[in-house]
């Protein structure tokens, strides 16, 4: 398993920017495919954005498209979630997560992820 850490969590105003960091530890980090997901309180966990091992085929859920990035730094161990036009309706405990199998292009379901981070608080006031 992979050992992920979170950071960038805050509250910010409607219209504000964060950007979210999630720290692995394992050197084969670069192998697995990551991702973000969300659980705002009394709602089930979601998918917020993907990449893949090699850095391509980045997906968004659609309420995020245009307002969110989400990108790798291999040499970092880091994945981030770059976070514009923030919504209170982006309220949520944040996660990331690592594919539980490596090289893989394509991941979707939670099911698919194998390690998750502890999380990290994003509040988006209006």
């Known amino acids: 398993q992979v050992q992920l850490v979170e950071s960038g969590g805050g509250l910010v105003q409607a219209g504000g920017s964060l950007r979210l960091s999630c720290a692995a530890s394992?050197?084969?980090?670069?192998?697995?495919?990551m991702g973000w997901f969300r659980q705002a309180p009394g709602k089930e966990r979601e998918l917020v954005a993907t990449?893949?091992?090699?850095?391509?085929?980045?997906y968004y859920t659609d309420s995020v498209k245009g307002r969110f990035t989400i990108s790798r730094d291999n040499a970092k161990n880091t994945v981030y979630l770059q976070m514009n036009g923030l919504k209170p309706e982006d309220t949520a405990v944040y996660y990331c997560?690592?594919?539980?199998?490596?090289?893989?292009?394509?991941?979707?379901?939670?099911?698919?992820?194998?390690?998750w981070g502890q999380g990290t608080q994003v509040t988006v006031s209006s």
């Open positions: 990449i893949s091992w090699s850095g391509d085929n980045p």
């Open positions: 394992k050197r084969a980090f670069s192998s697995y495919a």
């Open positions: 997560a690592a594919d539980s199998v490596t090289f893989r292009n394509y991941v979707r379901d939670l099911s698919d992820f194998g390690s």
